[in-house]
Nanobody, 115 residues
Framework: VQLVESGGGLVQPGGSLRLSCAAS????????MNWYRQAPGKERELVAG????????HYADSVKGRFTISRDDAKNTVYLQMNNLKPEDTAVYYC?????????WGQGTQVTVSS
C-alpha cells in the first residue's frame, strides 16, 4: 500500500496550490479519502474529506470556500485545490485512506505560505 503526496511548496499569501495524492496497493474507489495537516507544535487536524461512491465532501470551517477536495477513481488519485492561501495554512499536508478498520497514511508534503 502506498499513498504519495505531491504539489506542496512555497507560495505567497493569496496564492494557490494543488496537492495530489496517488494511491496504489488497495481498491482506491472503495475508500473514503481525507486530507489532514499538521503545523509545527500543533495537533494533526482534518482539512477535508470525500466519500467513496457518491463523492460527498466535507471541510474544516477554516478552509470552507477556499479549498476543494476531489477524486479521480480512474487515476487512483485524490486532489486538494487550495486557493487564497493564508500564512496559517502553513503545515505538512497528509492524505489518508479509510475503509472500515483499514487506515493508510501518506508521508506528507510541506506547504509554506509566506511573503
Amino acid at each position: 500500500v502506498q499513498l504519495v503526496e505531491s504539489g506542496g511548496g512555497l507560495v505567497q499569501p493569496g496564492g494557490s496550490l494543488r496537492l495530489s495524492c496517488a494511491a496504489s496497493g488497495f481498491t482506491f474507489s472503495s475508500y473514503a479519502m481525507n486530507w489532514y495537516r499538521q503545523a509545527p507544535g500543533k495537533e494533526r487536524e482534518l482539512v477535508a474529506g470525500i466519500s467513496s461512491g457518491d463523492g460527498v465532501s466535507h471541510y474544516a470551517d477554516s478552509v470552507k470556500g477556499r479549498f476543494t477536495i476531489s477524486r479521480d477513481d480512474a487515476k487512483n488519485t485524490v486532489y486538494l485545490q487550495m486557493n487564497n492561501l493564508k500564512p496559517e495554512d502553513t503545515a505538512v499536508y497528509y492524505c489518508n485512506a479509510l475503509r472500515w478498520d483499514h487506515l493508510y497514511w501518506g508521508q506528507g508534503t510541506q506547504v509554506t505560505v509566506s511573503s
